[in-house]
Protein backbone atom coordinates (compact mmCIF):
# COMPACT_ATOMS: atom_id res chain seq x y z
CA UNK A 1 0.00 0.00 0.00
CA UNK A 2 1.78 2.93 -0.76
CA UNK A 3 1.43 5.53 1.60
CA UNK A 4 2.36 9.66 1.54
CA UNK A 5 3.41 11.26 4.62
CA UNK A 6 3.99 15.06 4.80
CA UNK A 7 6.25 16.89 7.27
CA UNK A 8 8.05 20.63 8.07
CA UNK A 9 4.65 22.29 8.57
CA UNK A 10 4.23 24.90 11.15
CA UNK A 11 3.74 28.60 12.61
CA UNK A 12 6.41 30.78 10.84
CA UNK A 13 6.90 34.52 10.25
CA UNK A 14 6.46 36.76 6.87
CA UNK A 15 9.83 36.34 5.18
CA UNK A 16 11.24 33.19 6.43
CA UNK A 17 11.57 30.14 4.50
CA UNK A 18 10.05 26.77 4.78
CA UNK A 19 10.81 22.93 3.86
CA UNK A 20 8.35 20.59 3.24
CA UNK A 21 9.19 16.97 3.23
CA UNK A 22 6.72 14.00 1.76
CA UNK A 23 7.73 10.75 2.34
CA UNK A 24 6.82 8.13 0.35
CA UNK A 25 6.57 3.79 1.63
CA UNK A 26 5.09 0.95 -0.36
CA UNK A 27 6.63 1.90 -3.61
CA UNK A 28 9.43 3.25 -4.92
CA UNK A 29 9.10 7.03 -5.79
CA UNK A 30 10.73 6.60 -8.89
CA UNK A 31 7.27 5.41 -9.79
CA UNK A 32 5.91 8.29 -9.90
CA UNK A 33 5.54 11.87 -11.07
CA UNK A 34 5.10 14.32 -7.95
CA UNK A 35 3.27 17.04 -6.97
CA UNK A 36 2.38 19.22 -4.17
CA UNK A 37 -1.06 21.03 -3.69
CA UNK A 38 -2.31 23.51 -1.15
CA UNK A 39 -5.83 24.51 0.55
CA UNK A 40 -6.31 27.49 2.24
CA UNK A 41 -8.88 27.94 4.69
CA UNK A 42 -12.33 28.24 2.78
CA UNK A 43 -10.74 28.23 -0.73
CA UNK A 44 -10.14 24.85 -3.07
CA UNK A 45 -7.70 22.86 -3.39
CA UNK A 46 -4.80 24.33 -5.69
CA UNK A 47 -1.68 22.92 -7.31
CA UNK A 48 1.66 24.64 -6.71
CA UNK A 49 4.51 22.65 -8.30
CA UNK A 50 4.80 19.08 -10.08
CA UNK A 51 8.03 17.42 -10.50
CA UNK A 52 8.61 14.38 -13.34
CA UNK A 53 9.67 11.08 -12.07
CA UNK A 54 13.37 11.54 -12.31
CA UNK A 55 13.57 14.99 -11.40
CA UNK A 56 14.48 16.50 -14.92
CA UNK A 57 11.51 18.56 -15.20
CA UNK A 58 8.89 20.50 -13.56
CA UNK A 59 6.02 22.81 -13.21
CA UNK A 60 4.78 25.56 -11.54
CA UNK A 61 1.50 26.62 -10.96
CA UNK A 62 2.07 29.62 -8.70
CA UNK A 63 1.97 33.27 -9.48
CA UNK A 64 5.12 33.90 -7.92
CA UNK A 65 7.20 30.73 -9.11
CA UNK A 66 10.16 32.06 -7.92
CA UNK A 67 9.86 31.75 -4.43
CA UNK A 68 9.11 27.78 -4.53
CA UNK A 69 11.53 25.15 -5.81
CA UNK A 70 10.14 21.55 -5.99
CA UNK A 71 13.07 18.74 -5.82
CA UNK A 72 12.90 14.71 -5.48
CA UNK A 73 15.35 12.54 -3.83
CA UNK A 74 14.50 8.70 -5.38
CA UNK A 75 17.19 7.53 -3.23
CA UNK A 76 15.84 7.96 -0.21
CA UNK A 77 11.58 8.33 -1.67
CA UNK A 78 11.29 11.80 -0.85
CA UNK A 79 10.30 14.79 -2.43
CA UNK A 80 10.66 18.18 -0.98
CA UNK A 81 8.78 22.24 -1.64
CA UNK A 82 10.91 24.91 -0.45
CA UNK A 83 8.92 28.51 0.01
CA UNK A 84 11.15 31.08 0.52
CA UNK A 85 9.77 34.49 1.48
CA UNK A 86 6.91 32.86 3.23
CA UNK A 87 3.58 35.82 2.93
CA UNK A 88 0.69 35.32 4.75
CA UNK A 89 -1.30 34.48 1.57
CA UNK A 90 0.57 31.22 1.43
CA UNK A 91 -1.13 29.90 4.89
CA UNK A 92 -2.74 26.76 3.96
CA UNK A 93 -2.84 23.15 4.71
CA UNK A 94 0.03 20.85 1.68
CA UNK A 95 -0.65 18.35 0.38
CA UNK A 96 1.62 15.63 -1.17
CA UNK A 97 0.70 13.57 -4.17
CA UNK A 98 1.37 10.98 -6.67
CA UNK A 99 0.82 9.45 -9.84
CA UNK A 100 2.42 6.57 -12.00
CA UNK A 101 1.26 8.53 -15.10
CA UNK A 102 1.52 11.83 -14.84
CA UNK A 103 1.48 14.77 -12.08
CA UNK A 104 -2.18 16.43 -13.48
CA UNK A 105 -4.90 16.08 -11.40
CA UNK A 106 -7.21 13.23 -11.96
CA UNK A 107 -3.43 11.35 -12.97
CA UNK A 108 -2.68 11.73 -9.14
CA UNK A 109 -3.75 8.85 -7.12
CA UNK A 110 -2.30 8.79 -3.79
CA UNK A 111 -2.64 11.55 -1.18
CA UNK A 112 -1.11 12.50 1.99
CA UNK A 113 -2.80 13.91 4.75
CA UNK A 114 -1.09 17.36 4.55
CA UNK A 115 0.89 19.24 6.29
CA UNK A 116 -0.67 22.90 7.95
CA UNK A 117 2.08 26.04 6.97
CA UNK A 118 0.25 29.37 9.20
CA UNK A 119 2.48 32.33 8.13
CA UNK A 120 2.18 35.41 10.54
CA UNK A 121 2.46 38.55 9.56
Request: proline share 2%; glycine share 10%; net charge negative.
Amino acid sequence: QVQLVESGGGLVQAGDSLTLSCAVSGRTISDFAMAWYRQAPGKEREPVASISWSGHATDYRVTDTGRFTISRDNDKNMVYLQIDNLKPEDTARYYCAAGSAGWDLHELEYWGQGTLVTVSS
